[in-house]
């Protein structure tokens, strides 16, 4: 069983920075892939960037790409988002999974899921 903690989320104004943490407990978490996801307002869960369970293997959607970078520490079971350069648009609920799975950007591949950290993006 893991469990997901997600922080770090909260106002910033657009060209602004934040590094979003996931905390997990479970022993098996550093054998498992991660992702973030996010959910805007009236919007349907949309991915964000996946990790491999080595860190070795990185996805990202296109709007995050070279703006976001997933990264892991197994040693602390946490996962983290530096997201850079950001934009009204990234204003959303951001919610970390875990899974066995390969790098996926599909949610039904992710079995655990925290409750979501809160960002939001000024203009």
């Known amino acids: 069983q893991v469990q997901l903690v997600e922080s770090g989320g909260r106002l910033v104004q657009a060209g602004g920075s934040l590094r979003l943490s996931c905390a997990a407990s479970?022993?098996?978490?550093?054998?498992?892939?991660s992702g973030w996801f996010r959910q805007a307002p009236g919007k349907e869960r949309e991915f964000v960037a996946a990790?491999?369970?080595?860190?070795?293997?990185?996805y990202y959607a296109d709007s995050v790409k070279g703006r976001f970078t997933i990264s892991r520490d197994n040693a602390k079971n946490t996962v983290y988002l530096q997201m850079n350069s950001l934009k009204p648009e990234d204003t959303a609920v951001y919610y970390c999974?875990?899974?066995?799975?390969?790098?996926?950007?599909?949610?039904?591949?992710?079995?655990?899921w925290g409750q979501g950290t809160q960002v939001t993006v000024s203009s």
């Open positions: 999974a875990a899974g066995r799975t390969v790098v996926a950007d599909q949610a039904h591949e992710y079995g655990y």
């Open positions: 479970g022993r098996t978490f550093s054998s498992y892939a």
């Open positions: 990790i491999s369970w080595s860190g070795g293997t990185t």
